[in-house]
């Protein structure tokens, strides 16, 4: 059903608010989603992403603005006449049905009827699409939770959705089964071709499944891009906190450059950094902060052998570490900077030998690692704030 | 303590025991046991006046328990989209219609039915006019069955609606989401869900109405149902047949109870449980 054409739009949102009384859910939201994609609503809850889903599968209607599916508004249109199918969080599979009948339910409500014989051959098909040959006639509750998750994919996915919407279709899981998931629902999407609109607060799901990620607070659209965008080039402080981790230096903005800016910090030490692209370029004398992975930092024995010569360079006392397996974090206190999270690859451990609580180390990392962003933004989401009018 | 549990179980059931164990009496009369026969259920099941009274308890009941199944889940349907202020005045109702004596609703429906009656008969009788009464309205199965559904809808509705309000919500979303219709979505989800439910209000509103004697006796006009029958026949003195007839009673009542009590204990197991 679903034609590549490239560029074509499957799902559109032009200025989409949804008010719930006083509160609105979801504010002034633009998205365009091009067929045959994988993009995600990510961000915490509350933040309008499970809303937005909602009212592309016509659960919701919007208090403004116009939805299009496939370039037809569907403002008013219930959710069964919608070309568009779900994966529930909860999968909500029917207990009263085998896993057969409720993989076929969308087909046997298509008028003109479709054959038995059709009907038995394409839940066959699915049921070989998500490995489940041999479970028809089980009862969904007898499945353990990946088979169910599956069974409900399985009864979206027959009836060839224009898009595929699914909502936090892994929390339910254990970390393993996530991660094999995650690389299914990949393999998956691409096998079928069919546009899918994950919503999840999981931002490590998002970056990795997704071409396209809308990340969204307080109802709005806070940056859109790719995977590599949002982490790479945050555009405010609330992205760089909310995707992956992050060390914030606060100061002061002191000197403007052509690409970013400088920040004095509170003992005078200043600190250069790059403006995030599609950023918003600082104000001279206004707050900012630096902004530097901690992956991006590297961490050697203070006066050892090994010398560090990256722009920035200070000494720091370890004070914990954490073992992740393929990396150590450190949590360090540096003198004038506070607290600052390093991660040592695996690599850099076997090179140092590591480092243990109580250790005096040199830290540094390259002024074009750091970024200078906003000191608060109004993604901020470290306050719950209520949401303006 | 164990010993007053006994004694409270030994007044309320020993009774009732004697009943059943005394309509295998023998014997002709009631007051004295000889083991033992069941010449008394025969005797009592030729007895057409009684067949005639149990086969009106049936008809009542019957139709009661579908009327009240029917209008009972589609108010308790409606009633899950009623919120607020409206929602409490119904809840309300629902549950003074359960509270009030049956001697009251008898009386009241007995009233009312009466007033109404001597409105519209000369009216039908002027529309319609016939030789004789054929079609005055009057007391009979039908009053019966109003009172009766009356209040029995009422038990149809807290049941059902307890059910609807355990179930799953996002069941009848994920079938919006796969095409059903609002008919098709009720016909295929919430039916079967709530089944177990309109199953049991069916089998209590039957057994209500079968055991009820105030309202009946109040609103049957010349209809003699089997509760009348049986209090008819105290007045001539208590016989074995009396021991068959509450045994017999007894043990329909307890099959559709017990059935019904299995009926909402059925529960299907909740989709989306972790693996």
């Known amino acids: ?389 | 303590m164990r010993l007053y549990a006994a004694a409270v179980y030994l007044f309320l059931y020993g009774p009732i025991a004697l009943i059943v164990l005394f309509s295998f009496n023998a014997g002709r009369h009631a007051a004295s046991f000889e083991c033992c026969a069941t010449s008394w259920y025969s005797l009592t099941f030729n007895n057409t006046f009684l067949i005639e009274a149990l086969l009106n308890s049936l008809l009542i009941a019957g139709t009661t328990a579908v009327l009240a199944t029917i209008m009972g889940t589609m108010a308790s349907l409606a009633l899950q989209r009623v919120k607020g202020v409206l929602r409490l005045v119904f809840d309300a109702l629902t549950y003074i219609a359960i509270i009030i004596p049956g001697i009251v609703i008898g009386i009241a429906t007995l009233v009312a039915l009466v007033t109404v009656f001597d409105i519209l008969n000369p009216l039908i009788a002027k529309l319609w006019p016939s030789d004789g009464n054929a079609m005055a309205l009057g007391l009979g199965y039908g009053s019966v069955i109003a009172a009766h559904t009356l209040f029995t809808m009422a038990l149809v509705i807290i049941i059902v609606r307890a059910r609807i309000q355990g179930m799953d919500r996002s069941l009848i979303e994920a079938s919006a989401d796969l095409y059903a219709t609002p008919w098709a979505t009720f016909r295929q989800v919430t039916f079967p869900q709530i089944f177990p439910a309109v199953m049991s209000g069916f089998l209590l509103s039957f057994t209500f109405s079968f055991d009820d004697f105030i309202i009946a006796f109040f609103v049957a006009g010349p209809k003699t149902t089997l509760p009348i029958y049986v209090f008819a026949s105290i007045r001539r003195g208590i016989t074995p047949e009396t021991n068959v007839i509450a045994t017999t009673v007894l043990a329909v009542s307890l099959t559709l109870l017990i059935t019904a009590q299995f009926l909402l204990r059925s529960r299907a197991p909740k989709a989306g449980g972790k693996g």
């Open chain 1, 1 to 389: 059903m679903v034609e590549m054409i490239n560029g074509a739009v499957d799902v559109e949102f032009q200025g989409v608010t949804k008010r719930f009384g006083d509160i609105r859910a979801v504010d002034n939201i633009d998205l365009e989603v091009s067929s045959g994609a994988f993009v995600s609503l990510l961000g915490p809850s509350g933040c309008g992403k499970t809303t937005s889903l909602r009212l592309i599968a016509g659960f919701e209607q919007p208090s403004a603005g116009d939805v299009r599916i496939g370039g037809a508004s569907v403002v008013g249109v219930p959710p069964y006449k919608r070309p568009i199918n779900m994966v529930f969080q909860n999968y909500s599979l029917f207990p009263h049905f085998t896993v057969a009948d409720n993989i076929g339910f969308g087909l046997r409500q298509l008028k003109p009827r479709l054959s038995k014989s059709e009907i038995t051959a394409r839940v066959g098909e699915m049921l070989e699409l998500v490995r489940l040959q041999g479970f028809e006639e089980r009862r969904t509750w007898e499945l353990s939770g990946g088979q169910q998750q599956r069974v409900a994919l399985a009864r979206a996915l027959i009836n060839r959705p224009t898009v595929l919407l699914l909502d936090e279709p892994l929390a339910a899981l254990d970390r393993k089964l996530r991660q094999d998931m995650q690389i299914e629902l990949q393999t998956l999407q691409r096998d079928v071709g069919i546009t899918f609109v994950l919503v999840t607060h999981d931002q490590e799901e998002a970056l990795s499944m997704s071409d396209t990620i809308y990340l969204m607070n307080e109802g709005r659209i806070i940056q859109m891009g790719g995977a590599r965008d949002l982490y790479d080039e945050p555009i405010n402080r609330y992205v760089a906190d909310f995707v992956g981790k992050t060390n914030f230096f606060d100061g002061e903005v002191a000197e403007i450059k052509p690409n970013g800016a400088a920040i004095r910090l509170a003992n005078g030490r200043v600190l250069y950094g790059r403006n995030p692209r599609g950023g918003v370029p600082l104000n001279r004398n206004a707050g900012g902060a630096i902004a530097v992975r901690p992956e991006l930092i590297h961490i050697v024995k203070a006066n050892g052998s090994a010398c560090l010569t990256t722009d920035v360079q200070t000494t720091a006392r370890v004070k914990n570490r954490i073992f992740l397996g393929e990396q150590t974090e450190y949590l360090v206190m540096a003198e004038g900077f506070g607290d600052i999270l390093v991660l040592a690859s695996k690599h850099a451990e076997t090179v140092s030998g590591g480092f243990s609580p109580g250790d005096v180390v040199s830290i540094g990392w390259e002024d074009s690692s750091a970024l200078a962003l906003e000191n608060t933004s109004k993604g901020d989401h470290s306050t719950a704030v209520p949401v303006p009018k």
